[in-house]
T-cell receptor
Framework: KAGVTQTPRYLIKTRGQQVTLSCSPISGHRSVSWYQQTPGQGLQFLFEYFSETQRNKGNFPGRFSGRQFSNSRSEMNVSTLELGDSALYLC????????????FGSGTRLTVV | GQQVMQIPQYQHVQEGEDFTTYCNSSTTLSNIQWYKQRPGGHPVFLIQLVKSGEVKKQKRLTFQFGEAKKNSSLHITATQTTDVGTYFCAGGASYNTDKLIFGTGTRLQVFP
């Protein structure tokens, strides 16, 4: 069974640009969440999608957005990049129901210069 | 907003010693999950606790959920070098079980 796939693995962007990150969840998993991980702030919740609907949102500015497609694949977009957006962006999926943990992808390492 | 703190932030132990990390939430949790992240890796799900006072074991790992469902602990007996990594607890908010708030993490280093 394939795991959670995130692309690209590494990305270097300049300030002011925008970026789109992609996540393909495990087949059959309809819930997809995104997290930002930095050394100083740990794992910060960005948003969670289920059946193409955003169910939860973290405390991030509107520059951070996402969506989920009918095949459960998800994308997140960051516009007007800032240096502070440099981080590891992790996508996680899980089966429907509250008794299952999340399976994380390997993440996308974004560096803003 | 909801916060989940973990202590200690770092722990260095000699191989064979025990290790415990504690997780405390500012609000009541519906469930608590534990994850392990190896250096350079991504978080890997270990276990979920749901019931008040619940205790679960996985070989040398013992997980507890507090009676008030606001705290949890992970205890590793006789650590091994393969236990190295950062251990995160993640709390499901009582009002919305699909959103997980991760704790600050405890980085464990094991010296042979």
């Amino acid at each position: 069974k394939a795991g959670v796939t995130q692309t690209p693995r590494y990305l270097i962007k300049t300030r002011g640009q925008q970026v789109t990150l992609s996540c393909s969840p495990i087949s059959g998993h309809r819930s997809v969440s995104w997290y930002q991980q930095t050394p100083g702030q740990g794992l910060q919740f960005l948003f969670e999608y289920f059946s193409e609907t955003q169910r939860n949102k973290g405390n991030f500015p509107g520059r951070f957005s996402g969506r989920q497609f009918s095949n459960s694949r998800s994308e997140m977009n960051v516009s007007t990049l800032e240096l502070g957006d440099s981080a590891l962006y992790l996508c996680a999926s899980r089966q429907t129901g509250t008794n299952y943990g999340y399976t994380f992808g390997s993440g996308t390492r974004l560096t803003v210069v | 907003g909801q916060q989940v703190m973990q202590i200690p932030q770092y722990q260095h132990v000699q191989e064979g010693e025990d290790f415990t990390t504690y997780c405390n939430s500012s609000t009541t949790l519906s469930n608590i999950q534990w994850y392990k992240q190896r250096p350079g890796g991504h978080p890997v799900f270990l276990i979920q606790l749901v019931k008040s006072g619940e205790v679960k074991k996985q070989k040398r790992l013992t997980f507890q959920f507090g009676e008030a469902k606001k705290n949890s602990s992970l205890h590793i007996t006789a650590t091994q070098t393969t236990d190295v990594g950062t251990y995160f607890c993640a709390g499901g908010a009582s009002y919305n079980t699909d959103k997980l708030i991760f704790g600050t993490g405890t980085r464990l280093q094991v010296f042979p």
